[in-house]
């Protein structure tokens, strides 16, 4: 992993407000909540730093899903017509995160890597990023199926090579404010899922998938997410077998857990 740019060259990319000093917007959507046009911002509260840049061009385990990446202090903040804004704290999410330099940041994709880009002299890199799209991070969609797509997945950490975890930003229909939202049994944790999990449930109402497998990095069992989309909000329960040499490879369930 390798820290790129600070200061005044990664400025010129983000804009004016990056020169100041202030807080810098990432993006900004328009959420229709109950008819009413609100605009969500995700705003980083200072110039952030660039994290997953690669000499070799390859993508570390820690830095799957996120690199290219801007790392800082991220706050999610709501208007509404006639209310005061809503400013919702992001970086404690990612108190987890596998590639924590010092104390917790979060962490954005901002490009995509590709083919190539380790032929780039490191010098030129962010000009041609530069010229490249920009990810938006904020692809809103209904995952709890209410009907209306008021929700965005958010990665929050990488860490064994080929596994990612992710939370769901959104409307919570109990108090009409916007966090990360839990199940309907725990709605006060975030309910953290892979971020495959989470592509499933915006397809179906009920998902059931393989999120560890046996003899995934030596893994002696096997992890069953069930999650499921009703009235009364998001359910998941994780099933855990033992991996066993027989013919079906896993023994009876050895605990489920709601989470």
Not at 31 to 43: A, T
Not at 52 to 60: K, L
Not at 94 to 110: G, H, S
Not at 112 to 119: K, L, N
Request: net charge negative; charged share 35%; glycine share 10%.
């Amino acid at each position: 992993m390798k820290r790129l740019m600070g200061g005044m060259g990664l400025a010129c990319l983000l804009g004016t407000a990056a020169v100041a000093g202030g807080p810098v917007l990432r993006e900004q959507v328009r959420v229709k909540v109950d008819g009413v046009v609100e605009r969500w911002r995700l705003e980083w509260r200072s110039t952030p730093a660039l994290e997953c840049f690669e000499s070799s061009g390859a993508v570390s385990c820690g830095c799957e899903g996120f690199a290219y990446a801007e790392r800082g202090d991220l706050e999610l903040v709501r208007l509404r017509p006639g209310k005061p804004p809503e400013r919702v704290p992001l970086t404690p999410l990612f108190e987890n995160l596998a590639m924590k330099v010092d104390e917790p940041k979060a962490m954005l994709r901002r490009w995509a890597p590709r083919e190539g880009d380790d032929e780039i002299h490191p010098d030129k890199l962010m000009g041609v990023l530069g010229r490249r799209k920009s990810l938006r991070a904020m692809e809103l969609g209904d995952y709890d199926h209410d009907g209306q797509a008021r929700e965005f997945v958010l990665q929050t950490n990488a860490f064994i090579c080929g596994l990612r975890e992710a939370v769901l930003i959104g409307y919570d229909r109990r108090d009409g404010r916007v966090r990360a939202l839990g199940t309907a049994e725990h709605p006060e944790k975030p309910l953290v899922l892979e971020p495959e999990t989470w592509a499933e449930l915006l397809k179906s109402k009920q998902v059931e998938r393989v999120e560890m497998e046996c003899g995934d990095h030596g893994s002696e069992i096997r992890d069953v997410m069930r999650v499921s989309a009703d009235d009364k909000g998001l359910h998941a329960t994780l099933d855990r077998y033992p991996c066993t040499d027989d013919e079906d490879g896993v023994g009876e369930r050895e605990s489920s857990k709601a989470l």
